[in-house]
């Protein structure tokens, strides 16, 4: 193998390094592997229609927090008690679109929010501010079509597993599990809501 030439830091070129690799010698031992211990998985329901507006969505968040449908269980790390479900990230959008009195598109302002709360209570504030109407030119009005929303729950199975469910919009994913038993489990109540059919 050859690097190409360069410079040696001396002033003095050098046309090349090359290297050799030595036969090992007799007797050496080898050198320890990394052996795989586990192989985790990850699933993804694609829903056949998204999720209509962010009402519908975190009541199907909310329920299976309160209602543990997976059959999780509490657990404790580093001293700390865990529920057996718990929320751990979640990120809303709302889009505000303006339009003149022809309908003609004259801007846009997306808001990113940590909470349903401030979710809704912001695109409030976008769209009463005349202001933004005003400069933008046109009327404001959400687009909730291409509003966005999703929650990631953690949650620990029986067999001592912990994985996630990431809830969308127009997906559910099922991230770092490795007994199929889990997505078999969690499929079966997917089927039973008919929002992610």
């Known amino acids: 193998m050859h690097f190409p030439a360069g410079d040696s830091g001396k002033g003095m070129p050098f046309r ?6 030595w036969p090992r010698q007799a007797g050496r031992p080898e050198m320890a592997d990394f052996v795989q211990k586990s192989e985790t998985k990850t699933a993804t329901r694609e829903l056949a229609a998204p999720i209509g507006d962010v009402a519908g969505f975190t009541a199907i968040v909310q329920s299976v927090i309160a209602n543990n449908p997976f059959s999780c269980v509490a657990y404790m790390t580093a ?3 865990h529920d057996a479900v718990e929320k751990t990230k ?7 679109v303006y339009e003149d009195a022809e309908g003609k598109f004259r801007g846009k302002i ?11 209570d912001i695109a409030a504030l976008v769209l009463g501010n005349a202001t933004y109407a005003e400069k933008m030119g046109g ?15 953690k949650c620990h199975d029986a067999n001592g597993e912990l994985y996630n469910v990431v ?3 127009k997906t559910v994913r099922l991230n770092s599990y490795e007994d199929d038993a889990i997505r078999d489990r969690i499929e079966t109540w997917a089927d039973s809501v008919s929002a992610l059919g």
């Not at 979640?90 to 505000?96: F, H, M, V």
């Not at 997306?110 to 809704?120: G, K, L, M, N, R």
């Open 139 to 153: 009327t404001a009005h959400r687009d909730v079509e291409n509003e966005t929303f999703s929650a990631t729950l």
């Open 16 to 21: 090349g390094i090359e290297i050799y690799a």
């Open 90 to 96: 979640e990120s809303y959008t709302a889009r505000i």
């Open 167 to 169: 809830f969308g919009k």
């Open 79 to 81: 001293g700390v008690t």
């Open 110 to 120: 997306t808001v990113q929010a940590p909470d349903v709360t401030a979710f809704e």
